[in-house]
């Protein structure tokens, strides 16, 4: 019923997504809503037409200035109460930044303009990372100083009191930035200034970026925004800008810039390519109510999203190309005009390469440089990247990959996991050739194949998700799903088998436990006395007779004489211990625990898996402390997969359940995905270093090794007390003369044995010379060396030496690990038989019988 009820539950919500219209497409409510917006975009666009070089000079901090212009844009106008006062000081730092990276020709600080000389990317399509701290603004400003309600009248705002989303309050973090610039000629604009076109302003082309900020100081949680802007490929700078209701960032974005010449180009870029998206979005407004440049996500409608955040204006300046990396010669002269002639061919050249690859010999890809001054004109604060000339040795501003060198490292690392999963396939594959038999399967411990599985599903899973997105990566995305649906695939018939076969282990189990309760249940509640009947004609008893004595049942014994069997049977079905005559059987009504079944087992193992994705996609916005935390907590318990194969060593006193090919293959395999993100700085993540970590992962790993490794020379319960472990029968025992045990020595060792061997022999250490030494013999006498008796194994038909401690032998002379060692040459059965150890575990890999006897053997 359970299984059923969950079938019906994913029906029922796979039929409700499928059912259930989509709000936001064909409703009029929201396309009047969509109009609305795109009207006010459509005055916005109008007022940045009509606008010209110095129509936006606010009151800046120590002016003298009396006139101020403001513009008529949201969060532009004197009323909305922006920190407007810090644009000077923006723009000033903005000139510093550029200037650092590439010093003016002239050699004055004021000139910002580089040239036409082309020192760097001319396609800034790529990710970088790096640090930040944090720069206080000239006026503080709080959520409460501002009337929303009166700057964007359109939106229900929520309380003044209200915190704002992506407020920045720690002095230090981690910033990643994600930069798209398309190569459309029609997202780029060439100005025309009648023969000057040498200025590195005359080219600007549309870019947008997506921005993650992690505030480490206050471990708050990391955010998330989208910026676009414009990108002056000659200059090397990068002005991007959020827009929402209540700050028209992108229609006002070039009154920002340091230059005049910046002011034109971007300004005449921006008319032409906001109006054309404001036409495709008015002519898809019943089937599209996305705000084309929200802040929050791509296509996401602000209107909605009725918390407000901070605003930002962000400046990048990207770095030259190192020419060491680039492989050109004398980057001393790298600033004479004809090594720039030469470096600027070399750009595109190496950027055409990048886009359309044939096999040009490349001797590196120089790394993409930046530096980054972050700037929020609401909340009244900066955000500077670390590096030269302020952090000289304690960052290098970001640094990153091109977007194709990204793509090209996460083909590679694709196609090398896929062959790490296949590794996988083949050594479990290997290994259930080996693990092929009852006796074998069950030393092999559930939850260590399951962990295995797990950890294939959730590759499986993560994999599809991603291969349904992928573009570039679509073929490498799609051998590792392969390669993870085939280890899933053989995994599950292995758990399946391992399951199937330990089953009734788990029953009997149960049955012991059943056991036990009953017996505490009958002491508890003792049986009261039968009463005394008197058969009729009988007399009564004598007053000096003791009391009645109760009439024992009679008892039925089965037909084939087993009647352990026959007991261990009828408390199975919860029924009285011996069958008796007359008796009935009251407790046989009680229902039976319900068997679990593998379908069910498996269905716990996908909710699990489903909850560790949802746990991870929400952990990539935690602080980077608790993140870090999680992430290690989840990778520990992973690569403890040989945790629960040791503990059932112990509890079933079985060495090794696995091939050592099998146990060191996986190991490694499983740890080399956590050696890329963990040692490697540029991985395709950008995740920070931690070898610390990774060391104490590796270390506890190879610990479970070593773990099992002594439990397959020593034994499993080699250095654990006997009282911690359940009774089971030691196919290694110590064999002494004077064993007064039941049994005593096995059969053929004997000395009053037929089957005796025909002479003893004591082991000796001769001397160079041939003599034996007479102190060292008498030593060992004392000590009690042991004698080594020869016997026949019944498997190979070989000589079996079997060594024996001397009667009234010290009892510590056969323990210590030379004593562990030379008693796994023989194991002896509880039949009293004695065969070498690789015979008899060769024979009980295909039966748990004796050879010689038949009798039934326990696992290994």
Excluded at 301 to 313: G, N
Excluded at 493 to 511: G, H, K, M, N, T
Excluded at 670 to 691: G, K, Q, S, V
Excluded at 770 to 778: A, F, I, N, P, V
């Amino acid at each position: 019923m359970s299984d059923r009820a969950r079938v019906l539950l994913v029906l029922g919500i796979l039929f409700w997504i499928l059912i259930v219209p989509d709000n936001r497409a064909g409703l009029v409510p929201g396309s009047s809503i969509v109009t609305a917006r795109i009207s006010r975009q459509r005055l916005s666009l109008n007022a940045l037409n009509s606008t010209e070089w110095g129509a936006f000079s606010p009151r800046l901090v120590n002016s003298n200035a009396n006139t101020t212009r403001f513009l008529n844009l949201t969060g532009f106008r004197q009323a909305d109460g922006y920190a407007w006062e810090d644009l000077g000081r923006f723009k000033d730092r903005c000139r510093e930044w550029s200037t650092n990276v590439f010093p003016s020709p002239s050699g004055g600080d004021d000139d910002w303009e580089h040239g036409p000389f082309q020192r760097t990317w001319q396609n800034a399509t790529g990710a970088v990372h790096g640090d930040w701290v944090r720069r206080k603004g000239t006026t503080t400003k709080q959520a409460t100083g501002y009337n929303l309600s009166a700057i964007a009248p359109v939106v229900s705002w929520p309380d003044r009191h209200t915190e704002w989303s992506r407020n920045i309050t720690g002095d230090y973090g981690t910033v990643v930035v994600h930069l798209d610039e398309a190569d459309d000629d029609r997202l780029a604009y060439e100005i025309d200034l009648s023969g000057k076109n040498a200025h590195s302003g005359g080219l600007v082309r549309e870019i947008s970026s997506v921005i993650t900020i992690q505030d480490e100081a206050s471990r708050a949680s990391s955010w998330d925004m989208r910026l676009h802007g414009v990108h002056w490929p000659r200059q090397g700078s990068i002005l991007l800008t959020t827009t929402s209701e209540k700050f028209a960032g992108i229609f006002g974005l070039p009154h920002l810039v340091p230059d005049e010449q910046f002011f034109h180009s971007s300004q005449k870029l921006l008319n032409r390519t906001l109006d054309e998206m404001l036409r495709k979005k008015y002519n898809s407004r019943f089937t599209d109510s996305g705000n084309p440049w929200s802040s929050v996500g791509e296509g996401t409608d602000d209107p909605w999203a009725l918390s407000p955040y901070c605003e930002y204006v962000v400046y990048l300046q990207l770095h030259p190309l190192d020419l060491r990396q680039a492989g050109l010669d004398n980057p001393r002269n790298s600033l004479g005009a004809k090594l720039q002639d030469g470096l600027a061919g070399f750009v595109d050249n190496l950027e055409k390469e990048l886009r359309s690859p044939t096999g040009a010999p490349i001797k590196a890809i120089p790394e993409l440089r930046m530096s980054m001054l972050a700037w929020s004109p609401d909340c009244g604060y900066f955000l500077e990247s670390k590096g030269p000339p302020d952090f000289s040795a304690e960052g290098h501003h970001l640094v990153g990959m091109k977007e194709e060198v990204i793509m090209y490292q996460a083909k590679v690392w694709l196609l090398v996991f896929f062959l790490v999963l296949m590794g996988q396939v083949w050594l479990l594959k290997t290994q259930m050739k080996e693990s092929s038999t009852p006796s074998t399967i069950g030393r092999v411990s559930f939850y260590t194949a399951a962990i295995m599985l797990l950890a294939d599903g959730l590759v499986f899973a993560s994999s599809s998700a991603w291969s349904l997105s992928a573009t570039n990566t679509f073929l490498p995305c799609l051998a590792v799903a392969f390669s993870a649906f085939i280890s899933m695939t053989i995994g599950g018939a292995f758990l399946s088998d391992v399951y199937r076969i330990q089953e009734p282990e788990s029953r009997q189990r149960e049955r012991e436990r059943e056991r036990h309760q009953n017996v505490n249940r009958t002491t508890l509640s003792p049986v009261p006395p039968a009463p005394t009947t008197l058969l009729e004609g009988s007399l009564p008893r004598p007053v000096t007779a003791g009391p009645p004595r109760a009439l024992s049942p009679l008892i039925i014994i089965p037909s084939d004489q087993d009647i352990d069997a026959e007991i261990a049977e009828n408390l199975a079905g919860s029924a009285t211990a011996v069958p008796t005559a007359g008796t009935t059987p009251v407790a046989a009504a009680r229902p039976q625990a319900p068997v679990t079944t593998f379908a069910s087992i498996s269905g716990r193992f996908v909710l699990l898996g489903i909850l560790i994705i949802f746990l991870s996609a929400a952990a990539l916005s935690w602080p980077a402390r608790v993140r870090a935390m999680y992430i290690n907590a989840v990778s520990f318990l992973y690569l403890s997969l040989w945790l629960p194969q040791i503990w059932r060593n112990i509890q079933r006193n079985s060495r090794r359940a696995f091939a050592w090919r099998f146990m060191i293959g996986q190991s490694v395999l499983r740890l080399l995905p956590f050696a890329y993100f963990f040692l490697r700085e540029n991985n395709i993540l950008f995740a920070d270093l931690d070898w610390r970590a990774f060391a104490a992962l590796a270390s506890w790993l190879w610990a479970q090794l070593c773990i099992l490794a002594l439990q397959d020379v020593l034994g499993p319960r080699f250095g654990i007390p006997q009282s911690w472990t359940p009774a089971a029968w030691d196919y290694h025992p110590v064999l002494r003369e004077d064993n007064l045990e039941p049994g005593g020595l096995p059969i053929g060792l004997s000395s009053g044995s037929p089957h005796s061997p025909t002479s003893e022999r004591i082991r000796s250490w001769p001397l160079s010379d041939g003599t034996e030494d007479r102190e060292q013999e008498k030593s060992r006498e004392k000590r009690g060396t042991h004698h080594l008796r020869c016997i026949d194994c019944a498997i190979c038909r070989e000589v079996l030496e079997v060594p024996v401690v001397r009667a009234g032998a010290e009892k510590a002379s056969a323990g210590g690990v030379s004593g562990v060692l030379t008693r796994r040459a023989y194991m002896v059965t509880p039949c009293r038989h004695i065969f070498h150890t690789k015979c008899l575990e060769g024979w009980l890999r295909f039966r748990l019988q004796c050879p010689i006897c038949r009798e039934e053997l326990p696992p290994l």
